[in-house]
């Protein structure tokens, strides 16, 4: 499995791209693995402020669905619109073009609460 050591990692299997005020999140490797094949990605919060821990959209695979939950609090000011026509990207390439959100981060000390690369890697074993 890879998870990219510049990345940040939560328990719900989210990964964070910290870049300074902005976060970029999606789903790992493993999750998106564990998910099968992804059909739909629905994200109805854009714009809206969503606190750490909170839902802030799902994940559709052929056998289930799958809520996502907002690792740091922030505001979600960007959506990854190629998901709409290819959700199959979060397969493909789940660290690149199959991002999810971008988020206006507003609480940076929830930050501190996410997991390094290595402690994700002992979580899913």
């Not at 606190?51 to 960007?78: C, Q, W």
Request: proline fraction near 5%; hydrophobic fraction near 40%; charge should be negative.
């Amino acid at each position: 499995m890879n998870f990219p050591e510049e990345l940040k990692y939560t328990k719900d299997h989210e990964w964070v791209k910290i870049d300074g005020d902005i976060a970029t999140i999606g789903i790992t490797e493993f999750a998106q693995g564990e998910l099968g094949d992804i059909v739909y990605v629905d994200i109805p919060t854009e714009g809206e402020e969503v606190e750490a821990g909170e839902v802030f959209g799902s994940v559709e695979a052929v056998k289930t669905v799958s809520d996502l939950f907002m690792p740091i609090t922030g505001e979600v000011i960007e959506i990854n619109e190629a998901l709409e026509g290819e959700p199959e990207l979060v397969n493909s390439d789940p660290y690149e073009a199959g991002w999810m959100i971008k988020i206006k981060i507003s609480d940076p000390s929830s930050i501190s609460d996410l997991l390094s690369s290595e402690a994700y890697a002992e979580l899913v074993g």
